[in-house]
């Protein structure tokens, strides 16, 4: 550009006092500074969001493989029937002394969508007369274990029934229902409440201290044979009812 005089001065357009090439270039700094931080935010932004990503997928797979292996699905809640438990065993219930009342059965509804089924012949019978469950003499087909936070067995006492569609066997199949009962405890069916267990002869409680009552934590595991286990855990509530639903 052409140079211009004032007041004898021959000054240039492009030339600049030394005060405002240090300001621009401090603006400079400022601007690559402010730069690299919001790159350094994005890419640590796209690094948690990879590994969450990642994480949600493996997570989800890992929920897919799990519904892909589990042979056996809960239809409903687990229900939980509370009786009158007679410790001291002199036939009779006083719930002011000795006697509690506790869970004593749990049932649920079980289906299948396993090629070929499950076996679910049960290691009892209940017909509702004397004391049940009855052992019974029938090749067993699955082992059910059970586990509180004062109780363990490997072999529950259980029994199954199939309401609806029933083609008459102990095989779940698919489109069919299995409901199993698992007794905690000895039902004594003529005075209507429950008897503590024997010893390590029955799978039952055997002392008031290990019943199932409020706040248990509870552990079924359902075993086929040559089929993966399928376990279900839930925690008792805060007070115990006739029925409870354990979601």
């Known amino acids: 550009m052409p140079e211009q005089e004032h007041d004898g001065v021959t000054t240039r357009p492009e030339q600049r006092h030394p005060a405002q090439l240090g300001f621009t270039a401090v603006e400079v700094s400022i601007f690559m500074v402010a730069s690299m931080v919001v790159a350094t935010i ?50 009779a219930i006083d719930l002011s002394g000795s006697d ?34 009855d052992l019974s ?13 004062n109780f363990s067995t490997s072999s529950a006492a259980w029994t199954v029934a199939f309401p609806g569609e029933d083609d008459g066997d102990n095989i779940l199949e698919k489109g069919e229902r299995a409901e199993l009962t698992i007794w905690l405890l000895n ?26 009552t409020t706040r248990d934590l509870l552990t079924i595991r359902i075993s086929p044979d040559g089929a993966p286990d399928t376990t279900f855990v ?14």
Do not use: C, K
Not at 187 to 211: H, M, Q, R
Not at 234 to 247: A, C, F, M, Q, V
């Open 137 to 149: 003499t029938s090749q067993i087909g699955t082992v059910i274990s059970v586990s509180t936070d």
């Open 187 to 212: 039902e004594d069916v003529a005075n209507g409440w429950y008897d503590l267990g024997a010893g390590e002869s029955d799978p039952f409680i055997d002392d008031s201290g290990d019943a199932l």
């Open 100 to 133: 509690i009342q506790a869970v004593a059965e749990l049932q649920l509804i079980l289906t299948a969508d396993l090629a070929g089924g499950i076996d679910l012949t049960p290691p009892y019978t209940a017909d509702s007369t004397g004391f049940d469950p």
């Open 42 to 91: 994005a890419t640590a932004a796209l690094l948690t969001l990879g590994s969450d990503t990642a994480e949600a997928g493996e997570q989800a797979s890992e929920r897919g493989f799990e519904r892909a292996v589990g042979p056996m699905h809960l239809r409903g809640p687990i229900v939980a029937t509370r009786g009158d438990v007679d410790v001291d065993g002199n036939d």
């Open 234 to 247: 839930r925690t008792t509530p805060l007070e115990l009812t006739e029925s409870i639903l354990l979601e």
